[in-house]
């Protein structure tokens, strides 16, 4: 009777894992030849987890190791859509993460499983780098060390008046230069004005898609950097959101994130947007100039 129990006991423990274990169903796309850049999908499938069962205040809070979140959506099959993206090449590792979601009002979670992946680089491992250049021989110098400091400090001199020269002639041939003509603008208008002259070009009808997509995101950056003077055209992506948290709603600034990463993956990762998405990412554009 002892044993019955016992072993009734052991087989209820190992249901229970059993449950735990097949709890979810989890898959990554593409699985191989993922480049720098490109946009993953985990795809994650439980009983109850919906994009508005998670728990939203967690989502940036995962570590995806190397990998960033860039958002979360609804599959068709009633899953959830983690889009992923990495700028690390070489072997790596999409962590195992711990979601926490809500499921008829009660606390679930879901343990996903690491996956070890390889990211390839957009280099051409054919061709060598040219960033390391042999070192040059030892240079011998002839002159004392005054004769040196003698010499700066002519050059210094020389490069004085030269500036001061330059100032005196541009003071008296001075004309309104254009960044003062923009300045005079309102951001809003000017920035309207920009994406308007985009259109003109017609640069998509001519196949210039990475040039369409790098003005399109320098008129954002520009319009964001004159509203809330900042200096955000050299910033990345990421230093940009940084900056802007203070200034602008979490949504907004998620959203704007979003979109410039998007661009960035056309300009860089050579994505290529369909007719619609282009149309679609003018009208964004335009929707955060007008409301921002």
Known sequence: MFFSKKIISILYLLLLLAVNVYAFEQSLSP???????????????????????LDKSK???????????????????????????????????????????????????VKTNAVPVEIKSVLNPQEPSQDVLDIKGIVKFNHSLLWYLYFVLAIILLMVIIYLAYKYIKKRNRKPIQEEIIQAIPPKEYA?????????????Q?????????????????????????????????????????????????ELKNYLLNCDFVKFAKLIPTQEDIEKDFNTAKKFVEEL
């Open 192 to 204: 309207l004005k920009q994406l308007n002259d985009l259109m003109a070009l017609d640069l998509i």
């Open 206 to 254: 001519k196949g210039y898609i990475k040039e369409y997509y790098d003005k399109l995101s320098d008129i954002i950056r520009f319009y964001i950097s004159r509203t809330y003077s900042i200096d955000g055209m050299e910033k990345t992506t990421a230093e940009l959101y940084s900056m802007l948290k203070n200034k602008v709603t979490p949504e907004h600034n998620r």
């Open 31 to 53: 699985q191989d030849n993922i480049t720098v850049g490109d946009k993953v999908v985990l795809n994650i499938k439980a009983d109850g987890l919906t994009v508005d069962s």
């Open 59 to 109: 989502l940036q809070e995962l570590n995806f190791g190397d990998f960033e979140l860039l958002d979360v959506q609804s599959a068709q099959d009633n899953s959830v859509n983690f889009i992923l993206s990495v700028y690390k090449s070489g072997k790596t590792e999409l962590l195992s993460v711990e979601l926490q979601y809500e499921y008829e009002n009660q606390q679930k979670f």
